[in-house]
């Protein structure tokens, strides 16, 4: 294969080098384009066809349905590993030794508090506040109380940092849902797991001891690992590009909880729930539904369904499409809206609209289902989505800043209105 592109403007012939990632990606490195042409730049809205960065964290595989994270299959990891195994091996590249795991939970632990004046910050929001919204300020807020900047050059300053935030940002995730609920306020338990003590301090009663369930702390767990990292992505790469300004790694995290928000990507989960229950609602008439779907007169688009990248399936819908049904079963949970759920996906997996088009259920079309029966209320969902991208998103912030990545900057191409003289306003 040539090891080189060749482009022709006017008559003019310019060669760009080809790079090919360790999976056989090729791509077409245009540092130089601008340069050498004189200033002609590239288009492309939503970056479909425009890598970012190089990167060695999450390899995927559209066509094929493959996801793998520093090389370990999503399917592995979900079966053997837990959520901050998984974290560890995203943010540091490795998976960890015993060791290593034991002074990871223990030094994250060790951060597991917050300053008491977030409180305040927290009960200034109105009950009705969407709890992304929330959990971004507070996430933001982080920094005024940590307001030391990490030197990405040291090694302890980067650890200090990663180990502060995933011991402080579960807290802020639970407190979102108690002071929806009217709660008090709580910390959990240094005694436990990870993601039990997420479940702890989600849902412990101030009047009762909290029985872990091991079929919830799976389940959860399962989830976490799902959404810990999917390469770049919007959230990502808002976290990335927010950072590449140099700030800090609290702020560039608050920038990709805000990214996730919307129902095109992390919210998709909350808007499958919400679509599901008026399916239900209005009769429970799935076809009603498909045929909205194809309606292009129709603004309605089947929440949790396509992909950007994956074209065939999700690795990860598989995966929770299972644990979903394991879920339910264990908890005798006969919900309504699972059946619907099944009928939409096996009619659209037969409807050439959803056929030719290569849309498949994605992570998000089963996740609500799990959430729901865990007891979390559906505006949590998407929170539950950033508690299990936080390592992600970490990694990414992580590695751009280590290989000193330029600035994000992109280019545009203008087609407004060209020089026209200042008009008075007597004139206009
Ligand atoms: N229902 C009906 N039609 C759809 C859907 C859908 N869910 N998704 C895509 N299409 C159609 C779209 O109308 C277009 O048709 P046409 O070619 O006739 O104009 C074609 O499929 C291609 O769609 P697109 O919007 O150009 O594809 P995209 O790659 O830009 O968008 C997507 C990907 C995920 C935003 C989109 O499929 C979508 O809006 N899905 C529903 C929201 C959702 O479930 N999002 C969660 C994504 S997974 C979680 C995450 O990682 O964020």
């Not at 003019?12 to 990632?21: I, M």
């Not at 540092?31 to 042409?37: E, N, P, S």
């Not at 995966?319 to 879920?327: G, L, P, S």
Request: charged share 25%.
């Amino acid at each position: 294969m040539s090891d080189k592109a060749t482009l022709e403007i006017n008559g003019n012939k310019y060669d760009f080098p080809l790079v090919t990632g360790t999976e056989n990606e090729v791509a077409i490195d245009i540092k130089t384009l601008r340069g050498v042409t004189g200033g002609v730049t590239t288009i492309d809205p939503g970056y479909k066809n425009t890598g970012s960065c190089e990167s060695a964290i999450t390899f995927l595989d559209g066509e094929k349905g493959i996801l793998r994270y520093r090389g370990y299959s999503i399917e592995e990891l979900a079966e053997k590993a837990d959520f901050l195994e998984v974290a560890y091996l995203l943010i540091f590249g490795e998976l960890p030794n015993t060791e290593e795991l034991e002074k990871f939970h223990s030094d994250i632990k060790k951060h597991a508090v917050v300053d008491d004046d977030i409180k305040k910050i927290l009960d200034a929001f109105p009950k009705s506040a969407h709890p992304m919204g929330v959990l971004a300020s507070l996430t933001s807020a982080l920094t005024a109380f940590n307001p030391t900047s990490v030197n990405v050059d040291s090694e302890e300053e980067m650890y200090n940092a990663i180990v502060r935030i995933l011991g402080k940002f579960p807290i802020l995730v639970a407190w979102t849902m108690r002071k929806k609920q009217g709660m008090p306020l709580d910390y959990g338990s240094s005694s436990l797991g990870y993601v039990e003590n997420i479940l702890q301090m989600m849902f412990k009663r101030p009047d009762e001891e909290y029985k872990q369930n091991p079929i919830l702390v799976n389940a959860l767990d399962k989830l976490l690992i799902l959404h810990a990292d999917h390469e770049q992505n919007c959230s990502t790469s808002t976290v990335r590009i927010t950072g590449s300004s140099h700030a800090g790694l609290f702020v560039s995290l608050s920038a990709g909880i805000s990214a996730l928000w919307g129902p095109l990507h992390g919210g998709a989960n909350q808007a499958v729930l919400e679509m599901l229950e008026d399916i239900k609602e209005d009769g429970g008439d799935t076809k009603k539904y498909m045929a909205k779907a194809k309606d292009k007169s129709d603004p309605f688009r089947l929440m949790g369904f396509g992909h950007r990248v994956y074209k065939n399936f999700d690795p990860r819908a598989k995966i929770i499409k299972v644990a979903a049904e394991e879920v339910l079963g264990d908890l005798g949970v006969e919900d309504p809206i699972l059946d619907i759920a099944k009928g939409l996906s096996e009619e659209a997996l037969k409807d050439p609209y959803f056929v030719d088009r290569k849309l498949y259920p994605n992570v998000d079309f089963y996740s609500g289902i799990i959430y729901r029966a865990m007891g979390i209320p559906v505006e949590m969902f998407t929170v539950m989505f950033a508690l299990g991208r936080l390592p992600g998103w970490i990694a990414q912030w992580k590695e751009m800043r280590m290989r000193k990545e330029p600035i994000g900057r992109p280019r545009q191409l203008y087609v407004g209105e060209t020089y026209r003289p200042f008009k008075d306003i007597s004139e206009r």
